[in-house]
Nanobody, 128 residues
């Protein structure tokens, strides 16, 4: 079992920055791809970013490319999402997820079904 706990959400003005953290416990996720998703009110959960097990490979949704950066520290079992130039449309609950299934080669999961563990989420509100 893997437990994921997100933190770092809050209220920020448009143009500001936030850094989200996702701390993993239980079974090690050092060999797992990790991702961030978000869900705005009245909308479906959507992919934001993912990182492979080593941290060397990343993939982003077009809507956040160039503004958000995903990274990980396997020694701390923590994944981060640095969010810059925030916009009101970034307002959502942000979820961390782990894909603990082994894959051959570089695999950057970007759909909900790829992930088997999820955190409870942290709320981000961007005011205009």
């Amino acid at each position: 079992q893997v437990q994921l706990v997100e933190s770092g959400g809050g209220l920020v003005q448009a143009g500001g920055s936030l850094r989200l953290s996702c701390a993993a416990s239980g079974r090690s996720v050092s060999n797992s791809a990790m991702g961030w998703f978000r869900q705005a009110p009245g909308k479906e959960r959507e992919f934001v970013a993912c990182v492979n097990f080593s941290g060397r490979e990343t993939y982003y949704a077009d809507s956040v490319k160039g503004r958000f950066t995903i990274s990980r520290d396997n020694a701390k079992s923590t994944v981060y999402l640095q969010m810059n130039s925030l916009r009101p449309e970034d307002t959502a609950i942000y979820y961390c997820a782990a894909d603990t299934v082994a894959h051959a080669g570089v695999f950057l999961p970007n759909v909900i079904e790829d992930y088997d563990y999820w955190g409870q989420g942290t709320r981000v509100t961007v005011s205009s």
